[in-house]
């Protein structure tokens, strides 16, 4: 969930068979379906302690609110745009907007929490097939020379989404219109999506670039089992005790994650497209961009999951309050991410040093403000802490992968891409899962928890933090110097 979440660049020279019939409102089309996925990815953190309160979630209930989004999306992510490839980018950009909005509306009426996961693992789902058109139909409608300021557009809409997303969700929850509480956040999508369908119908024009390689189910079948094992019993092993059952599923991660790496070899000796290009991997480079990749995402989620309920659960803060207190770091991302790749084109790697600096310094900083404050906390106290560490994220999470292309064989750029779109998502997926069982472990007995057990909770959590922030800090230095400006906008 970076500043800019995007998916596998198009390849230059993809055949558009009908051009956009009016490219402005095209691009209003494609960008403001970016926005409603944007805004509801941000936004629904600050709706989670109110979902618990009303539907009576469980804490490993609440995680998968989030991981149930995140899992799909980062597992078909590139099939989505593979689909789009064979399919047509128009047709599957209207069919993933379509599930979302129906998904939306599924989550807004969910009466029940597996009603709500499974709207949330369907939103997911949709936004997979929708996301990878965005980018790509860019790519097809505008020319390379002023592609440029169409991906700086594009980041702008996506950081004013991650700004409106709590602050505007947060009022939106507290308002309770018509009753809806916490399902505002989710019906809201729906004039949005059916006017992103309408406009997508009337303005859009389909292109597709069919080359014959099969979609790679079995890789995301394997993938998702492996993913699976792994966060289950890392999101619901503490609540219920450590069963037999979750270390087994620990342990047979590894083996079915085997499985996975031995299935994307046989497919790229058999010159079929991978889920993940594995032999990316072999340069360091490219390793320590997706790990640098990996690591924000995880860091975000986790981070806005834990601190949302810190401050709603343990300090008793509205949801209207929560989200006030989110806006600097909202908007130190938003307007970092827009300065960061023509700042990474002139200065290349010493940006992500700088973003990862101001990264530390913010984490740091919140850190103590927090464990010094403690349950008498204000908004304003925050505002320093929340701002640095939303520049440091975008400084770095919205260039890196252009920085690490610079590293890659031009030919790999579109794999590259689709992989780090891959991680990003399965970052964000770990993050909730890891971050929120240690919150969770340290919080103890929520019915019983004081405010004092919170704050002692959300101080060891963002020390975690931290520590993934040094490692990413160090992470940066094996990439290379100078960014691949020379390729074009490869940008997420």
Known sequence: MSAVPGPAVAREGTSAESGPRRPLRALAVVLLAAFMN??????????????????????????????GYALPFALLLVTGGRLGDLAGRRRVFLVGTVGFTLASALAGAAG????????????GTSAALMGPQVLTVLQVMVPAARRGPAMGLYA?????????????????VHADLFGWGWRSLFLVNLPVGVLAVVGGLRYLGESREPDGRRLDLAGVGLAAVALLLFLCPLTYGRELGWPWWAWAALAASAP??????????RRERAGDAP????????????????????????????????????LQNGLGFD??????????????TALSSFLAIPL??????????????????????????????????????????????????????????????????????????????????AGATVGVAVTGGVFYALVGDTATALPADYVDAVVVTMLLQLAV??????????????????RGPAEE
Not at 113 to 121: D, E, G, K, T
Not at 283 to 310: H, K, P, W
Request: proline content about 3%; some cysteine; aromatic content about 6%.
């Open 38 to 67: 944007q805004f509801d990815v941000m936004g629904v953190n600050v709706a989670v302690p109110e979902i618990q309160r009303d539907l009576g979630a469980g804490e490993a209930t609440a995680q998968w609110v989030l991981a």
């Open 112 to 123: 029940t929490v597996p009603m709500l996961v499974l709207a949330r693992v369907l939103q």
């Open 156 to 172: 702008a809409v996506i950081g004013l989404a991650s700004v409106a997303g709590p602050v505007l969700g947060g009022v939106l």
């Open 256 to 265: 079915a994650l085997g499985l996975l790496v031995a299935h994307q070899r």
């Open 275 to 310: 889920l993940i290009a594995l032999h990316l991997f072999r340069g360091r480079v490219f390793t320590a961009g997706v790990l640098v990749t990996f690591n924000l995402a995880a860091l975000m989620t986790g981070f806005f999951f834990v601190f949302v309920l810190f």
């Open 319 to 332: 949801a209207r309050r929560a989200g006030q207190c989110l806006l600097p770091w909202a908007l130190g």
């Open 344 to 425: 990474a084109r002139r200065h290349g790697r010493r940006v992500l040093i700088a973003g990862n600096l101001a990264a530390t310094a913010g984490v740091t900083l919140l850190t103590v403000t927090v464990a010094v404050a403690g349950r008498s906390l204000s908004v304003l106290e925050v505002v320093p802490g929340l701002l640095l560490f939303g520049i440091g994220i975008g400084l770095v999470s919205t260039p890196v992968l252009n920085v690490t292309l610079s590293g890659v064989a031009r030919a790999d750029a579109g794999s590259a891409s689709g992989v780090f779109s891959t991680f990003r998502q």
């Open 469 to 486: 922030v040094l490692v990413t800090s160090g992470l940066v230095f094996l990439l290379p110097r100078e960014s691949g400006s020379a």
